[in-house]
């Protein structure tokens, strides 16, 4: 039996997908030639590592104790890349960063633009996932920081306070609901929405609370930005669900009027967790220690 890295990486990507298309379109690679290598791994120990159903694929018990052992591997090769590294010219350091979708558009840019800016030898692979997904992938060891909604359960991990934000409904002026100031999510289900492409965090978020009280958004159409959400808005497309610093850098260019949402999800406390600071690298600690610096002061021009 033999497995390179590079097998045992498609095999994670395929599970933590759950599909082999998306796992392997993860990694770059031809979904025929992602299934061959799996099919191979599953020759060489005679045994299925995955239930390949119609809506995707399952580890099977064998699939399963290869997940958590390729994740060790995996894990122990990249703390050996990240030790030598620093012996040689290039990179020093590679930091796996998961976050929501609100961190990820709203807060993140800046700090992480800086911090790459001062570590030129870092790079950051930075994935966008639900919060709940995010604090699992943190507590196996499948990545080394993520920036979560403080309302998931965050036991047994180390954490430090980010940013707040809240969400806000935006409509167009001459909206049936323009004239109102505050509403509750379950209340403007009828109406129809602008939102984020499917494999948004938020989008599937947005979805799931829905679906708990027996209800479905009603997309009429799928973006990839908060711009273009609040954009699309403006042209009474639909309505938006976006961060309210989304929200108020828009309505300065944009028609659009903003409601404040009063479902107590909507106000979000972004928290970094971690397994333990001890156990990261010193350019991993580096990056968390840079995240929890307070934003500088904005200074607002008068005139």
């Known amino acids: 039996m033999r497995f390179d890295l ?7 990507s395929v599970v933590e997908a759950g599909s082999i298309t998306h796992g392997a379109e993860r990694l770059h690679l031809a979904i025929a030639a992602a299934s061959t290598r799996i099919r191979n791994m599953e020759a060489a120990l005679g045994t299925a590592l995955l239930h390949r159903e119609r809506q995707g ?33 290039g990179i020093k350091g590679q930091v796996r960063l998961l976050s929501n979708t609100n961190a990820l558009t709203e807060f993140l840019p800046e700090p992480l633009s800086d911090f790459l800016a001062s570590h030129p030898q870092v790079n950051v692979d930075l994935e966008e996932r639900l919060s709940d997904e995010i604090v699992g992938a943190i507590a196996d060891g499948t990545a080394d920081i993520g920036i979560v909604a403080a309302t998931v359960e965050l036991a047994g991990l180390e954490t430090l306070p980010f940013r707040t934000d809240r969400f806000m409904l ?28 499917r494999t948004s965090a938020l989008q599937r978020f947005l979805s799931e609370k829905a679906e708990r009280i027996g209800r479905r958004l009603k997309l009429r159409v799928q ?36 409601i404040e949402l009063t479902d107590d999800w909507a106000v979000r406390n972004l928290t970094i967790c971690i397994r333990s600071e001890a156990d990261l690298p010193i350019y991993a600690r580096d990056l968390v220690r840079h995240l929890a610096m307070p934003p500088p002061a904005k200074h607002h021009r008068v005139g």
């Open 57 to 89: 694929v399952q580890p099977t018990p064998a699939g399963r104790t290869l997940v958590h052992h390729a994740r060790t591997l995996l894990q122990q090769a990249e703390r050996m890349h990240a030790d030598l590294a620093q012996y040689a010219e």
């Open 6 to 12: 590079g097998d045992l990486r498609l095999f994670l």
């Open 170 to 197: 935006v409509v167009a002026p001459n909206h049936q609901l323009a004239p109102i100031d505050r509403t509750s999510f379950n209340e403007v289900l009828d109406f129809d929405f602008v939102g984020l492409d």
């Open 223 to 258: 973006l990839r930005s908060f711009d273009a959400v609040c954009r699309f808005v403006e042209c009474n497309v639909g309505i938006g669900i976006v961060p309210a610093t989304t929200a108020e850098r828009h309505a300065k260019t944009m028609s659009i009027r903003r």
